[in-house]
């Protein structure tokens, strides 16, 4: 039997307030909910929001700035590629930097940012080692580079989702840029990361064929009677977190990964 790799925070060992009226906006604000990823997400971004206290913060691929909230105590800028503003319509919004993220007119200054938070961005990114040559030049000596990435995860956003890295990928790219890994965690166990598309995988398929997935009915073993098939695998895969939702353990199946990478002091 191996231990856990650790133990995301439940709501109710959050003690300061702060974090606790963060932990109700993330979830129900954000739409996150409570479930292991969720949490450990979520904590993810408390350790992000504690290195930066009275710091300079990038979050690039700012997009709604929903993470803004988490940052009120940093010198929080953003950052935000104009493919992304062109698709999502967000040319209301302003951001401190407009460019490209894998390009080569990278716009916050060299040695100038203490830590970037990307979130759920770099799958979105054409040439992922570009942006982490362009990440490690802005960062200053000891600066750190939070990633929260997929890895079983739908294609979204389409066109432009072009990644999904194990983490032996994100390693090897992160590490030929100069990066030191401090932190290479599953972001949830791997029943979730097995089973959180499964009801878009039955549904889709329906689709494809010209069916209605809610009318799909099954039989249970040793009875003739009919049960949807949908709330049946729905409740199915609810038991199953409800089972494993104690702790991450090692997964080669996780929805992603949290990974913190520092730029050597030299």
Same mark, same amino acid.
């Given at each position: 039997?191996?231990?856990?790799? #650790? ?6 060992? #959050?003690?300061?307030? !702060?974090?606790?009226?963060? +932990?109700? #906006? ?16 979520? $904590?993810?971004?408390?350790?992000? !929001?504690?290195?930066?206290? =009275? ?13 803004? *909230?988490?940052?009120? %105590? ?5 950052? $935000? ?25 990278? @716009? ?18 054409? !040439? ?28 979204? %956003?389409?066109? #432009? ?6 983490? +032996? =990928?994100?390693?090897?790219? @992160?590490?030929?840029? =100069?990066?030191?890994? @401090?932190?290479?965690? *599953? ?21 494809? !064929?010209?069916?209605?997935? $809610? ?10 009677? %009919? ?13 199953? +977190? ?19 990478? $520092?730029?050597?002091?030299?």
């Amino acid at each position: 039997m191996q231990p856990p790799l #650790y133990v995301p925070k439940n709501k109710e060992q #959050y003690i300061d307030l !702060r974090e606790q009226v963060l +932990y109700e #906006y993330f979830a129900k604000d954000l739409g996150w909910g409570e479930l292991m990823s969720s949490r450990a997400c979520f $904590e993810f971004l408390i350790e992000a !929001r504690n290195f930066s206290k =009275g710091k300079t913060v990038l979050d690039a691929g700012a997009g709604q700035k929903r993470f803004e *909230p988490f940052f009120t %105590e940093s010198n929080y800028l953003t950052l $935000e590629h104009p493919s992304g503003i062109a698709m999502k319509g967000m040319a209301h919004i302003s951001y401190d930097y407009v460019c490209e993220l894998d390009g080569d007119n990278f @716009l916050p200054s060299d040695n100038s940012i203490d830590l970037i938070y990307s979130h759920s961005v770099l799958e979105h990114i054409e !040439r992922p080692e570009k942006f982490f040559a362009n990440a490690i030049k802005c960062l200053k000596q000891s600066g750190r580079l939070f990633l929260n990435v997929p890895f079983m995860y739908l294609e979204h %956003e389409t066109p #432009y989702d072009f990644n999904r890295f194990t983490r +032996y =990928g994100l390693k090897s790219r @992160l590490e030929e840029a =100069g990066f030191r890994i @401090l932190k290479l965690l *599953p972001s949830s166990n791997s029943i979730e990361g097995t089973t959180a598309f499964i009801l878009d995988g039955i549904i889709n398929d329906a689709q494809s !064929r010209g069916l209605q997935a $809610e009318n799909f009915t099954i039989k249970l073993p040793d009875s003739d009677q %009919e049960h949807p098939l949908l709330p049946l695998v729905q409740h199915i895969i609810g038991s199953l +977190y409800g089972l494993y939702d104690d702790a991450i353990y090692d997964s080669t199946a996780s929805i992603g990964w949290l990974c913190v990478a $520092e730029k050597p002091a030299v």
